[in-house]
């Protein structure tokens, strides 16, 4: 259920019963040589709508911009804007919201750079981040144990969402221990790390099986992130 859609009368009676709105945060960023640079922003996209279904939440229009690696300017197309940028964008329009009556806010981003989710936890009270990712992968990968780039888990999430989007044939393997990629990760190094084709982990083992699980663990863990946050309200 999209605000968009509504007309401002609408708005105006959504809120005697709900006060709350959910904010998708994509990014526009490479994901290796077989995912679009869409990637995060459709997922976003995708747990927003499923927190709505579940709860009747609105969910705002879509932010399509986030913090991204400077190393990956090397990966055309890929676009950043600063922390500062991110975090002006989500302060004004929650305080047009908020004087309008909305009073919680919940982010749901499927993007993992750190300074991304430092800013997006630390815009201002009732603004409540959910990592859509952020499960338990215990049991469920072949080849890694935790979401990377690209990688066996994310591609499984787009296989099972959107598979016409999976250039299969394009895919290409070539892991970064995360030792060996943490200055790149933490914005230190600039440079596009030697032999990285923009994934990080092992994409070849995805299946859409394997995406159908994670994709219900993340819609269960976002649903119970959201009712955690008002509880404590
Ligand atoms: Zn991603």
């Not at 090397?74 to 975090?87: E, N, Q």
């Not at 072949?142 to 999976?166: F, G, I, N």
Request: aromatic share 12%; net charge negative.
């Amino acid at each position: 259920m999209k605000l968009s859609d509504r007309t401002y009368k609408e708005v105006k009676d959504y809120l005697y019963t709900n006060k709350n709105l959910i904010i998708p945060v994509g990014t526009c960023e490479q994901h290796g040589p077989h995912l679009p640079l869409n990637n995060d922003t459709l997922c976003a996209e995708y747990f927003a709508e499923e927190l709505s279904n579940a709860t009747g939440c609105l969910v705002a229009p879509t932010i399509n911009y986030g913090v991204n690696l400077p190393c990956d300017i090397s990966f055309t197309g890929t676009t950043t804007i600063s922390k500062d940028t991110l975090k002006n964008i989500i302060t004004e329009i929650v305080d047009w919201w908020k004087k309008q009556g909305f009073e919680n806010f919940f982010i749901i981003t499927f993007h993992g750079d750190p300074f991304h989710i430092d800013t997006l936890c630390n815009i201002s009270e009732n603004v409540y981040l959910i990592e859509a990712y952020e499960i338990d992968y215990t049991g469920i990968l072949d080849k890694q144990s935790t979401m990377r780039h690209a990688c066996e888990a994310e591609t499984s999430v787009a296989l099972w969402l959107y598979p016409e989007k999976v250039r299969t044939m394009l895919m290409e393997e070539s892991d970064i221990v995360f030792d060996d990629f943490r200055e790149y990760l933490f914005h230190e190094n600039c440079e596009k790390p030697d032999g990285y084709i923009g994934c990080l982990g092992y994409p070849k083992s995805a299946s859409a099986e394997k995406g159908k699980i994670l994709v219900e663990k993340m819609k269960d863990w976002v649903i119970s992130e959201y009712y955690k946050a008002i509880l404590k309200e």
